[in-house]
């Protein structure tokens, strides 16, 4: 157990997984009270077409998936406050046009393309230095905005009507937000890859809203439960040799299972 | 700064409502919304047609008309939400953006979502924040504010409690309560009293009957017709167009434009007037 510690690699990944839960928690509690579940399900995938084009043009992927993330991020949230109607087909049309855009342009860059699953599935153990920082920064911009903005989100997440006749700025909270969701999801890339970023952005915060009744408090529960289970999901990857992204999110998605039976029989928590 | 009822800090006690104490600025008749041919909808259909319609200071009005008849986008258009097609609104003497900060707001039920996780306090701290404050943190001020107004509606005891965990008419009453946190010269109301049991429906009208005494104006849109007329101290009609004649009685031409159904009437606590029966249109 301990000399999995002095591997460079288990550390960072240890580290990214620290770094992730941060974010995932906050922002995962944020997206869970908003119903902006699907909107960052589509985000997450409309990144892939920034990958694919990154790795075409040969520059960074990262940075590729932050444009694209970016610019996902601003059009499904524009589509959600604009149109009327067929919100959800819009924000699913322009999450499969995201990954076809990705998987083309790996089609067309020649050469060993291995690496593009990485980021579909995640790639945890291949964590950099360069990556933990762009996390830490991440973190650190996340953690600013929330501390800056609480009350206003959480006002405008429970009413937003309210707080409009409060004259609270809505529509900038709702770009801050959408921001976030669209740096986060780059930082969980690595981790539990696009593919199941949904999962693990939602379920802490979902058991988090099981059982606790104020939102610091679910933030707080969700970036616990996300580091358990990131480096819990970490470790069993490890000894039973399994992909650790999907066993991050099949660790998760059996405590949320757990989570719902306990909740169900459980006669003084508070939603119950 | 607040308003002038903020200086005093004791209230009595009488049965259920706690009695706010008194305020100043009662009943002087001052013009608070004015409403000017206005007209407004969506996508081309009318749904409010030439508008006329003030309020005036320390007037109750209750709002009235069948499903559609345009209540909730008069709301929406006086709290600056909507735009009008045509004609003028002045909200204080402002754009209604500007002026709708004088506003305490008690949307409808339905708009809530009833599982979100927030303590009772901090849906009445709600009422404190306003696009100035950004940045800065409540103070004990806000906190004292907080509490008086959930006293008023006597939901003091409940304050740490999860919105969620709270009846219907309880949660109404927290909303008051936050739209009285804002200091409000106008308390609006859309359909205060949906999903609430008869008990408690009867305690928010002997709540807003004192909250109008104190002087602040109220606004309320109701299906509650015969309830409301016994606590209003004007009724308007709306259906489209608005029928109000800044009196307590719903005359029967009011009544004819506004509904197409026949609806049995009582003012003012009284059984009053049972207006005939008329012919179902179409």
Not at chain 1, 206 to 222: N, Q, T, V, W, Y
Not at chain 2, 131 to 146: H, Y
Not at chain 2, 147 to 171: A, C, I, P, T, Y
Not at chain 2, 190 to 206: A, F, Q
Request: glycine share 8%; hydrophobic share 45%; charged share 20%.
């Amino acid at each position: 157990m301990v000399e999995l510690l002095s591997y460079g690699f288990m550390r960072n990944a240890l580290m990214a997984g620290v770094l992730v839960s941060l974010a995932c928690g906050i922002i995962g509690t944020l997206v869970v009270l908003k119903r902006m579940v699907f909107i960052s399900g589509g985000v997450a995938h409309t990144a892939y077409g920034g990958v694919g084009m990154a790795f075409y043009f040969g520059v960074n992927p990262v940075l590729g998936a932050v444009v694209f993330s970016l610019l996902a991020s601003f059009l499904m949230g524009y589509v959600q406050r604009q149109t009327r109607q067929r919100q959800d087909t819009l924000i699913g049309v322009m999450w499969a046009i995201g990954m076809a855009i990705g998987i083309i342009f790996a089609d067309l860059t020649p050469g060993y393309k291995a690496d593009l699953m990485s980021y579909l599935f995640g790639s945890i153990l291949a964590v950099t230095n360069a990556d933990l920082w762009l996390m830490l920064v991440i973190d650190l911009l996340v953690i600013g905005l929330v501390i800056a903005f609480y009350k206003e989100l959480q006002a405008s997440a429970f009413d937003e009507t309210f707080s409009r006749v409060r004259n609270l700025p809505v529509d900038f909270l709702y770009l801050v937000l959408i921001t976030m969701i669209g740096l986060v999801v780059v930082m969980m890339m690595r981790v539990v890859g696009l593919i199941m970023i949904i999962a693990l952005l939602t379920v802490p915060a979902a058991i988090g809203s099981l059982f606790l009744k104020d939102m610091k408090h679910i933030m707080g529960l969700s970036t616990v439960l996300s580091l358990v289970f990131t480096s819990g999901g970490l470790l069993i990857s490890y000894f039973f040799n399994l992909t650790s992204g999907a066993t991050i999110i099949l660790f998760a998605g059996g405590a949320y299972l757990a989570a719902l039976v306990l909740h169900r029989f459980c006669r003084r928590c508070p939603n119950a | 700064m607040h308003s002038a009822n903020n200086h005093i800090t004791a209230g009595k006690q009488t049965g259920d409502i706690k009695f706010m104490p008194q305020t100043f600025q009662k009943s002087s008749n001052s013009t608070l919304i004015e409403i000017e041919n206005l007209h407004a909808g969506y996508n081309g259909e009318a749904v409010l047609q030439d508008i006329n319609f003030t309020i005036q200071e320390g007037d109750f009005i209750g709002l009235i008309g069948p499903n559609g008849g345009g209540k909730t986008t008069l709301l929406k258009i006086i709290l600056g939400l909507l735009t009008p097609k045509k004609g003028r609104i002045s909200v204080m003497g402002k754009l209604p953006q500007d002026g709708r900060q004088h506003i305490g707001y008690v949307p409808q039920f339905a708009d809530f979502d009833s599982d979100f996780p927030i303590s009772v306090r901090d849906v009445v701290r709600m009422g404190r924040l306003s696009g100035k404050r950004l940045f800065k943190r409540l103070n004990t001020e806000d906190d004292a504010i907080v509490e008086e107004r959930l006293d008023w509606v006597d939901m003091r005891d409940h304050m740490d409690r999860s919105l969620k965990e709270l009846s219907g008419g309880q949660r109404q009453r927290v909303y008051i309560a936050r739209a009285l946190a804002t200091d409000p010269k106008i308390l609006m109301l859309d359909e205060p009293t949906n999903s609430v049991d008869y008990e408690s429906r009867t305690k928010i009208y002997d709540l807003l009957h004192t909250i109008n005494e104190q002087g602040i104006t109220i606004l309320m849109v109701s299906h509650d017709l015969n309830v409301i007329s016994s606590y209003v101290k004007t009724i308007g009609c709306l259906n489209r167009q608005m029928h109000y004649h800044s009196e307590k009685e719903i005359t029967a031409e009011m009544f004819n434009a506004a509904y197409d159904c026949p609806v049995e009437l009582i003012a003012h606590g009284l059984p009053h007037r049972v207006l005939a029966e008329h012919k179902e249109a179409r």
